[in-house]
């Protein structure tokens, strides 16, 4: 593994991914600033990348930190184990997975300054829509591109799952509907219809995550139906 570091963050790489390495240090030196707003926080510690090119070393790697090999699902490619960013990444698509590091960056401080590092809190298609949105992975989509994608994933969505139930692996992405499309709806449907500062405060108010989730596809769903109906 090849090295890169600066203040901000150390990237531990496999020689193929150079470009997404040097790629990733100006993306986490923007997203660090919007995280640092977003999180009220000055002082962090330095970012741990770990990117790999071979999907078994990559499933190794994160077994030996967790000591087991069953809670890792199939579909997983990137993680924030030991609060690294963690991931495997095709060097043929390695700049198309650039928002992976500013994506589990994300859920990396979520668990830190919001949950305390309790796990148990975390509720899961909250923190992964947030992760989406935040990472900045969909920015590129157009209002167009948006609008394919909603009815893509609506035309998808064979049954509506009860969000706050879900957990990772085949209740998270199966034949009948993918948590992460859902989850980044619904969390991007949330930041429509609150202020920013309630958009805020919710971090924290996992009460109210919980409320949300009871009916959000459904509210979700209504709400875009409205929106693009012409």
């Known amino acids: 593994m090849k090295k890169l570091e600066t203040s901000l963050c150390k990237i531990n790489y496999s020689d193929s991914l150079e470009t997404l390495a040097k790629a990733t240090v100006p993306l986490l030196n923007q997203k660090m600033k919007e995280f640092e707003s977003l999180f009220d926080i000055s002082n962090h510690e330095q970012i741990v990348v770990n990117y790999f090119d071979?999907?078994?070393?990559?499933?190794?790697?994160?077994?030996?930190?967790?000591?087991?090999?069953?809670?890792?699902?199939?579909?997983?490619?990137?993680?924030?184990d030991n609060g690294?960013?963690?991931?495997y990444i095709n060097p043929e698509l390695q700049?198309?997975?650039?928002?992976?590091?500013?994506?589990?960056?994300?859920?990396?401080?979520?668990?830190?300054?919001?949950?305390?590092?309790?796990?148990?809190?975390?509720?899961?298609?909250?923190d992964e829509g947030m992760a989406q949105l935040m990472s900045g992975e969909k920015d590129s989509l157009?209002?167009?591109?948006?609008?394919?994608?909603?009815?893509?994933?609506?035309?998808?969505?064979?049954?509506?799952?009860?969000?706050?139930?879900?957990?990772h692996g085949k209740s998270f992405i199966n034949e009948d509907y993918n948590g992460y499309d859902l989850s980044y709806l619904s969390v991007k449907?949330?930041?429509?219809?609150?202020?920013?500062?309630?958009?805020?405060?919710?971090?924290?108010?996992?009460?109210?995550?919980n409320q949300f989730g009871d009916d959000i596809i459904h509210k979700m769903f209504s709400y875009y139906d409205e929106k693009f109906k012409n």
């Open 142 to 167: 157009t209002d167009d591109a948006f609008k394919e994608f909603y009815f893509n994933v609506r035309e998808k969505t064979k049954i509506i799952p009860q969000m706050n139930s879900l957990n």
């Open 189 to 209: 449907y949330l930041s429509e219809i609150l202020s920013d500062i309630q958009f805020k405060n919710l971090m924290s108010d996992f009460s109210k995550i």
């Open 84 to 87: 690294m960013v963690n991931a």
């Open 95 to 126: 700049l198309e997975k650039l928002y992976t590091s500013s994506h589990e960056l994300f859920h990396i401080l979520y668990m830190k300054y919001i949950l305390n590092n309790d796990y148990s809190k975390r509720i899961v298609w909250y």
């Open 54 to 80: 071979n999907t078994e070393e990559f499933r190794e790697f994160i077994y030996s930190i967790r000591g087991e090999r069953e809670s890792l699902p199939k579909y997983a490619e990137g993680t924030y």
